[in-house]
């Protein structure tokens, strides 16, 4: 049988045997590889447009993650957290499918990364609360006993009467008893002196210009501001209390069985501040005339920005 020349037959016996190329297994096709190349992992939206949509919602959800996790929803802002490192991923990820063609390593570089992210966010979640740990105990004093200072002039007479006085510059606070808030604030005490047995213990609050409270003292027992630590002094007689920058904010001298004495530079609620040495006292920066009451009420006095000098 004779082969006419130029049919298919003739064709493939004479013509060489085409070649085809060979490719890997984790290779993507040429038209994949373009289609990547040229709209990313979403492709309806050029790359541009995919990765910052990615970058915006890795973004977002890092913030509520962030929020959340302020307001106390612990769980909820740990979800958002991982979302957002889960968009960072797929960013990457697109990013690397754009420049190698090799497509399984990445998917499973892509997916053992969210998983031990995961991991990590489950850990932290399922830990203690470090709000759960011990509070710093106060720092006890002891009570304060009488000295042997002589009454001074202008208390003798209430003295005599049986009262307590307490000296704040040359003006006198008085009672019959103790415990006695001698420093009021809107009804609040702010200074208060108490009785047992033949000691005193005293209770005050102080605070910064601000309003925060910077520390505590309730019956000698000091809870300290960590941010404004103060240093504690005392003798058996006299307690000074030292701010962080060894200024003395309250001294307190148990003069004798029936007289005390206060000193020192001290703001209380709505940045009103009080100073007194052994001669005068100023109250918002105003000098506080001699006087003999019972109580230093202070209801509507406003502060100033300013400590007064010493």
């Known amino acids: 049988m004779s082969i006419k020349p130029g049919s298919p037959k003739h064709q493939s016996c004479n013509e060489p045997t085409k070649k085809h190329p060979q490719h890997d297994e984790n290779d993507l096709p040429t038209t994949d590889t373009k289609k990547i190349t040229k709209f990313g992992l979403i492709p309806t939206l050029p790359p541009i447009g995919s990765r910052l949509l990615e970058v915006s919602f890795s973004w977002i959800f890092w913030i509520i993650g962030g929020d959340s996790n302020s307001a106390g929803h612990k769980l909820l802002g740990y979800v958002f957290d991982w979302l957002a490192v889960v ?9 690397l499918f754009s420049a190698w ?8 570089a892509f997916g053992l990364s ?3 992210s995961a991991g990590y966010y489950g850990w932290l979640y399922s ?10 105990k106060p720092v006890a004093v002891d009570l304060l006993y009488p000295g042997n200072d002589p009454t001074p002039t202008q208390t003798e007479q ?12 040359r003006s006198i606070f008085f009672t019959k008893t103790l415990p006695h808030d001698f ?3 809107h009804e609040e005490p702010i200074f208060t002196i108490g009785k047992q047995g033949d000691g005193v213990w005293l209770s005050a609050k102080l605070f910064d210009s601000q309003g925060f409270i910077i520390s505590e003292v309730v019956s000698n027992q000091f809870f300290l501001n960590k941010d404004n630590i ?4 005392r003798t058996s007689n006299t307690l000074v209390i030292y701010d962080k920058r060894d200024n003395p904010v309250i001294e307190l001298n148990f003069l004798n069985k029936s007289a005390f004495r206060l000193t020192g530079s001290f703001c209380i609620r709505d940045g009103v501040w009080i100073s007194a040495d052994k001669d005068s006292a100023t109250v918002a920066g105003t000098i506080f005339l001699p006087a003999a009451i019972g109580q230093l009420r202070l209801d509507n006095i406003h502060g100033i920005p300013q400590p007064p000098s010493r």
């Open 158 to 169: 209430f003295v005599k009467d049986g009262n307590f006085v307490l000296l704040l510059g």
């Open 183 to 185: 420093i009021l604030q």
């Open 127 to 136: 830990r203690p609360s470090p709000t759960t740990a011990v509070e710093p």
């Open 101 to 108: 063609q090799s497509r399984k390593p990445i998917l499973i």
């Open 114 to 116: 969210c998983l031990l």
């Open 230 to 233: 103060f240093r504690i002094a």
């Open 87 to 95: 968009c960072f991923l797929l960013l990457a990820a697109d990013l």
